[in-house]
């Protein structure tokens, strides 16, 4: 069983930063591309930034230049270092990953809430 785990959430004024966190673990073979997606109140889920095994990254086009994508292969865990923040970047931020295991899957974190005081 795979499982993926965030943590950094929390408050922070706007202005400020925050590093997240996510690792997966369990039995498997290898993390293929992982990400992280928000989910603002009220508002679907969308895309924030993603990364692919070999460290190409992609990002929405409303965070390009103020978050930035890592990640550590030998520890299976992404980053998302987010500086500049804004109160719309409220939201639960999830982890996403693609694992190869038995078979190739895609898992989801439980999220870990994001607060932007203006």
């Known amino acids: 069983q795979v499982q993926l785990v965030e943590s950094g959430g929390g408050l922070v004024q706007a202005g400020g930063s925050r590093r997240l966190s996510c690792q997966a673990s369990?039995?498997?073979?290898?993390?293929?591309?992982m990400g992280w997606h928000r989910q603002p109140p009220g508002k679907q889920r969308e895309l924030v930034a993603s990364?692919?095994?070999?460290?190409?990254?992609n990002y929405a086009d409303s965070v390009k230049g103020r978050f930035t994508i890592s990640r550590d292969n030998a520890k299976n865990t992404v980053y998302l270092q987010m500086n500049s923040l804004k109160p719309e970047d409220t939201a639960v931020y999830y982890c996403?990953?693609?694992?190869?295991?038995?078979?190739?899957?895609?898992?989801w974190g439980r999220g870990t809430q994001v607060t932007v005081s203006s």
């Open positions: 369990g039995s498997f073979f290898r993390s293929n591309a």
């Open positions: 996403n990953a693609v694992i190869t295991g038995p078979t190739i899957m895609s898992y």
């Open positions: 990364i692919t095994s070999s460290g190409s990254t």
